[in-house]
């Protein structure tokens, strides 16, 4: 019993405990020599199946504020709830760097048991400060470029009873509202009390019963009047106060983009007001599995009014939206992820759709392939894309600042060839601008066989595009069927993650016009060497055998040689007399015609006799005196 008691006492000082797994120190972030998994470790450690509580985020914030306040973190108390509970917000920016910044606002936690929204927050900062100080281009650029503002849990009264409830329970309830209780109907009970969030701001407030509910016990009562609550009441005024480019409501859960406006009851959303922006995200936004996109109808089947970024992008004509976070796995689509490896992949997933939005709040290039076929033309045409080669790739990306903001300098862009097909390298590089003339561009020093670094004409503005389109020396036609091969590796030299690779597409060649597809293809070249082989070896085999003449034209004349043992002078005799016979055998025949007289049969013995001599006599149809026919020795000696 003794040595059992020991062993459980030595476990216990052994394995650390949940407190010790949270203590982080500046040293964590700061040295080089310091993992990231520790730290990624710590945002799975908290009391409430993995996820913090607000003690616990409390002191996690007041950590950021004591090791980097001083250079790249401000976190400050925005009000205090009915509650008394605090309403966060924290400033991420490098601080050195003093000149004005794009700003985006994450709120999360709107609805109370979406705990996920809070922790993929904490957790994205924690990867941001310790990418800034381990040199990762993705923070350093966020950091020195941009102002990520986060309010991680808007409603900490209500997100207080979840955390209870687990407590108490060991499971999660789900929960919309805060914990208003001077709006408490006794026939709610312990559950149903207090004021959904997403539905107490001022914008179409309570503009009908579809879009919210005027009902206490509902779980999408909007409260007694708009903007009623202190939580939303903080939110407006802080929005008003920082006047950001971007707001993003982050939500929980199943990978959703939520655009306004969610009041209309189309679900096409004609009353959209900036649809080219909304557009940009849906083609761009790295979401983890799938993509569902819309507004609130279109998505939930219901308006719904009173909604936050109807009401900024409306009132205060900030871009906003809704997103609800999801995993690549199913098992992550739930307000509270009780398993921490699954949680940790959800939180690392949906971290890279922070920076995403972070980007996008300032410059953004969107690369985007427009053509990638071959140019089988004549040269006049062929020229004009800087080749004199009638038979080229031709592959044409667009570069278009889909951000918020303009662009500060021209752009490097690098073009990579990652594909081992031979003699496929960058022959010719154009830019075209938009609706504008054709520039050539100058390729940068760092520029390679297999590599282009080159310089955009000017800075990208808002809105602008241009077209790079790259020619390489030898078409490229893959045949319907055939596998994708990546060609092309693109990326914007000094903003992060902007990139694209390029396959060559499936081209039908016998759709491609033009006498050059055909004698194009390689293909059709090595049937034709093996074509020609064949008919090399059947020449010599037939060659070898004698049968030549099998193969010449036909003639008029044929040439036998005679025997050997027979002189010229014999084979003119015969010749001679079996041309005799054959006269007197004909003038016999037409004897027989008139006079209708019996032949002797002398006569027909000897017609005989000078038919089978003539038959084997060799013919020769030609002029003798044209042809030498070579005679024996004996013969020669004789004459």
């Keep these: 019993m003794s040595c059992v008691v020991a062993c459980l006492v030595l476990l216990v000082l052994t394995v650390p405990t949940l407190g010790e797994k949270r203590n982080l120190t500046k040293s964590d972030f700061v040295e080089a020599s310091k993992e990231w998994d520790p730290i990624r470790k710590f945002h799975s450690s908290g009391s409430a199946l993995g996820y913090f509580t607000l003690k616990e985020a409390e002191e996690y914030i007041q950590f950021l504020k004591d090791s980097f306040s001083s250079e790249i973190v401000e976190a400050r108390v925005l009000g205090i709830t009915i509650n008394k509970k605090n309403l966060y917000a924290i400033h991420l920016t490098n601080k050195k760097i003093s000149s004005k910044k794009p700003k985006v606002v994450f709120t999360g936690m709107m609805m109370a048991s979406a705990g996920t929204s809070m922790m993929v927050m904490y957790y994205t900062i924690s990867q941001l400060i310790y990418g800034f100080y381990h040199e990762d281009e993705t923070a350093k650029y966020l950091l020195d470029n941009r102002e990520l503002i986060f309010l991680p849990c808007v409603n900490p009264d209500g997100y207080q009873f979840v955390t209870d409830w687990i407590e108490r329970k060991g499971y999660v309830t789900p929960r919309y509202k805060n914990l208003n209780d001077a709006q408490l109907s006794t026939e709610c009970g312990e559950y149903g009390h207090g004021v959904s969030l997403l539905h107490n701001f001022g914008f179409n407030w309570g503009l009908d019963d579809q879009g919210s509910s005027p009902l206490h016990c509902d779980t999408r009562y909007r409260g007694m009047t708009p903007e009623s609550e202190i939580e939303t009441q903080l939110i407006t005024n802080f929005m008003k106060e920082q006047k950001p480019s971007l707001y993003v409501n982050v939500d929980a859960y199943s990978n959703l983009l939520i655009f306004p406006n969610s009041y209309d009851k189309d679900p096409e959303n004609k009353l959209q007001p900036i649809p080219e922006f909304y557009q940009s995200i849906i083609e761009e936004v790295p979401l983890p599995k799938g993509k569902r996109f819309g507004n609130h109808v279109a998505i939930m089947g219901t308006p719904a009014n009173g909604d936050p970024a109807d009401h900024f992008l409306n009132v205060e004509k900030i871009p906003s939206l809704t997103w609800q976070i999801g995993g690549s796995n199913l098992a992550t689509w739930k307000y509270i992820v009780d398993n921490e490896e699954n949680l940790l992949t959800l939180l690392q997933e949906n971290a890279k759709v922070l920076h995403y939005f972070g980007q996008k709040t300032g410059e953004y290039i969107h690369l985007r392939k427009e053509v990638n076929d071959s140019c089988l033309r004549p040269y006049e045409e062929c020229r004009l894309y800087g080749t004199t080669s009638s038979t080229v790739t031709l592959i044409r990306v667009a570069l278009i600042n889909s951000g918020l903001a303009d662009g500060l300098e021209p752009r490097l862009i690098q073009v990579v060839l990652t594909s081992t097909l031979g003699m496929n390298l960058i022959h010719g590089y154009i830019i075209e601008k938009k609706d504008g003339p054709i520039i050539d561009a100058t390729p940068e020093p760092e520029s390679s066989g297999d590599k282009l670094v080159f310089r955009a004409p000017s800075t990208f503005k808002k809105g602008d595009q241009i077209s790079l389109s790259l020619l390489l020396t030898r078409p490229v036609l893959v045949y319907p069927g055939d596998e994708d091969i990546n060609l092309l590796h693109f990326k914007v030299l000094g903003i992060p993650s902007i990139t694209l690779d390029v396959q060559v597409a499936s081209i039908d060649a016998s759709k491609i016009e033009g006498p050059t597809s055909v004698l194009n293809n390689p293909l059709i070249w090595v049937i034709v060497a093996l074509i020609a082989i064949a008919l090399g070896l059947i020449g010599l085999c037939l060659f070898r055998r004698g049968r030549v003449k099998s193969l ?40 027989k015609k008139f006079s209708e007289e019996p032949k002797s049969s002398e006569s027909d013995s000897d017609t005989n006799r000078s038919r089978q001599k003539a038959k084997a006599t060799p013919r020769i149809d030609i002029e003798m005196s044209r042809v030498a026919i070579p005679q024996s020795d004996e013969a020669s000696e004789s004459n």
Aim: net charge positive.
């Design 552 to 591: 010449l034209p036909d003639k008029k004349y044929e040439i036998a040689s005679p025997s050997s043992d027979e002189s010229s002078d014999d084979a003119k005799k015969l010749k001679k007399k079996a041309s005799g016979e054959t006269k007197k055998s004909v003038k016999k025949r037409k004897y």
